[in-house]
């Protein structure tokens, strides 16, 4: 078995909040991140993908397709997007780096063709990133 | 003469817009960067001040005052904030990358002791940045 | 389950040498690291954690807690330090980045709370570096 | 268990075209890529070892035999080639990525003493990455 | 005045060759790049402009014109190229770095509008980059 | 007139002390790099020479002699070394970013043939570096 890793990026903006609390509450758990003017980052996403070694083209997926499907369910909908209050998984999940891995997971996971989809990193900043995986 | 140049990051959302025009013609200019939901960058800025090495201690400024000066000054004004709501200078002028970079300078020139301003570079992502200076 | 990742550096000093060998053994295994001026590395450290993400935070750990708990275990012991010398793990065990990834993982291990220790990485230079789980 | 990976760079030339095929079925499976004059990458090499650290050496492997492996038998083989017509493996198999990383893997296999070969790494570019290993 | 510079990346192949040499002669001088079968690499292009800024666009140039006249000019005439086979300006000069930088000079000096064309800087690896400039 | 980078890296330890002043004072001013049992870096050096493209081979300066000089004259010196104890010029000099810019100058500055130094950039961290030039 291959691993197939491919690299993109968005940028979109976001911020922290629960409606259930307060806005001490809120500035507690979060901190600059409960601004609701909301704030943004360059996110680099990784989609690893699992297969065999197609003999005669040398793919273990069509990479052209996979940017394809990357472009069409991810970019589209996150680059140069308010998290928050344009994309539909997060009007009630919060735009955490773990939670934007699993929505972007559950965005591909039908999606990709030829191989399985195996990994999902999402790094917010290069020093902080979350991975999603089924196995 | 030496120069020497410390960076740091800050995270911030944007929009372009002019007021001035339709929301057609903002669209045609600015393209994705007119939502007016916002966007957001992991901003890079490097400043680079010039000055002779002290003799004594072996530095050119003391690299604790300036990156004091440069959080107190620019990273606690533009961190996790919306350029265009939350930072006087954006209210006018559209905070595209090299307005953010002359914004930076003047933000500093002044506070800048024991050398010269010499550059300020903002990285809006890794394959854009802006560069301003005054020689 | 979902892993999340962030990253701090650390600047220090370490050589590598036997005390049960002569000088002219520690020279030829170890080269150019046996000098015993010791040199330094630029070290670079990711700590990834293992949970579940908090349906109500979105987080599987306080990132301002892992944060701390990093801080005051690793860095404020390592950085700005000569690992020989001032470290107590490495009075014993030769610092190389093998031993200091495992010794980085006992010191994380049990003060990681509400997620759980899943890898330790540690770069002592872009192209090398170590990596340490228990899995 | 702990791992050590190592980077290497090579410069190399390929092409991708199948034999079996016409002009015009290369170029809309491989688009730019099935131009035979051949284009080229700056590709990283990370190979990753498992094992135990030696309580002597403080070492997974010896960092300079496993460099001397990395060289003697992929480097000065890749290194300044062009993959399709001087590296024997690409005469039949098209030099992809996922193929270089098996390539690689085959190579290295029977050569690495004192730990066990985990992982190799092939990036083509910095977005696009393959992994092989046995597990 | 400002400066903003933008990135690209193309990936071509290329050798080192000066047909009134000897083989010998070529290999002494130019080593492993003497090779003709070529070898590649992923090549960084930094373009530098420098202006005013627009008081309405906060622009000092237009980055999709900037873009699109790179991408034009540079790129589609080098990327998944053999610079030596395909790009008429190295059927006569040798395509070394310095050689590759001054060609984009030429090739984009009299099409950027708007701004005026500052500096020209190419990465072939990324520990060796050479830039041009009139200034 | 073309400029030619080539980049570096050496490990190296230092520590700030000044003789003429008390322990307290050493603390105050170089803070935790008064620790005089050393910490250490990975230096990264760029090394900027100016010239003319030669006709006959289009480069500015033989890259391999570059390497050779700087290899010869500044890695073999510094790296795996202890900048205060075992390089001349720091024995007075502080090892600081800027001092160490300046000596690498002094280093290269006679010993480059065929082109002229034109600047010396010292990073010390990837978010710190310093630069020396004549001009």
Redo the contacts between chains.
Sequence with gaps: M????????F????Y?W?E?WSAEENAR?F???A?R??????YTLEVTVAGE?DA?????VD??ELKDVMDREVIAAY????LN??VPEFRT???????I??AIWRRLEEKISGAKLHRVRVYE?????????RD
Tied chains: 1, 2, 3, 4, 5, 6.
């Design positions: 291959i691993l197939l890793t491919r690299k993109a990026e940028s979109a903006s976001h922290y629960n259930a758990v901190g600059k991140c601004n003017n909301g704030h943004g980052h360059n070694v005669v083209t040398g793919f273990v990479l052209k680059d140069h997007r308010h209050l344009e999940a919060i735009p955490t780096t773990e939670n891995a699993v900043m290069p020093d902080l990133f979350a991975e999603y995986s």
